[in-house]
């Protein structure tokens, strides 16, 4: 951890989200949520200063994420992280820009195509319409046909056992996709658990569930991430129900998306099978993120 940082812990929420708010592109990688359930396996540390917050990750190998705040105003030429030969991770596009002209050219931008973030139309996503969207109909109005549609929201007076029942089916998901196997599959399971735990202290949080025969079957977390989008961090589902994938990815859009223009479903990682999936959704843009290198000057 950098002199200064200090480990990414619940009550520092307020202090961050302060910061986050004033950042003019806001990525999902950035809200609380993600950096706090990460935190233990990124090594996840935050350095507030004056104008910003750095972002910096410790595993499996050191390096620094894009800062939050009003990059506008920042005084970047005044922060030690501002030197040659230092890469952010992460960066949306918008910084790189705001930071070749503020640093006359000393940014090299390198593409990071499976870290974009995929941007759909929420009206879109929650009507179906259209050839384009006819076979993932299909698939909701079966689920609709067969099992009902039972949604609940995760919310612990409209749902006392919502949160009980999150974790019983990531339980079961997890055994499913046999997670001990698989670090990655671990660690997100670590950090639904962590999440959905602390469901109250995250207090931005929104969460919707399908239930079939008083059983849940299926559930989504996310959040707002500015007053146009809502961010999809988590979607899990029990999958011997037919078409439960497609019905619970509609139900939460129809729901929680009220309000929103915008849905983020994250990135792909870079595993062929996910950006499939994602882009079977129509995506009408994406949140494009780079590796920002600072060169020396007069490079």
Sequence with gaps: MPEGF????????????????????????????????????YGLSLGFRDDLVWVHQSAPEPRYWAPVGDWNAADWESHPEIRAGVTFHRAPDELGELLRARLNGRVRTDESREQWEYLYDREELATLSGNKFHKKK????????????????????????????VLALQEEWCRWRDCENSPSLQAENDVIFRVAGNWGRLHHLTGGSLYVEDKMVAFAIGEALDPETLVVHF??????????????????????????????????????????????????????????VIAPEGD
């Design 6 to 41: 200090v480990p990414v812990t619940l009550d520092l929420i307020d202090d961050y989200e302060a910061f986050r708010q004033r950042t003019p592109r806001r990525s999902a990688d950035y809200t609380f949520t993600n950096l706090w359930g990460w935190a233990g396996y």
């Design 138 to 165: 299909n698939h909701v109005n079966g689920f609709r046909k067969m099992y009902g549609e039972d949604y609940r929201p995760l919310d612990n007076r409209l749902n006392p056992r919502g949160i009980e029942d």
């Design 235 to 292: 979607e899990k589902v029990q999958p011997d129900y037919r078409g439960v994938y497609q019905a619970i990815n509609n139900a939460f859009v129809v729901h929680a998306g009220q309000g929103f223009s915008v849905i983020n479903r994250e990135q792909d990682m870079g595993e062929e099978g996910l950006r499939q999936a994602k882009e079977t959704y129509n995506p009408v843009g994406f949140l494009k993120k780079s590796r920002l």
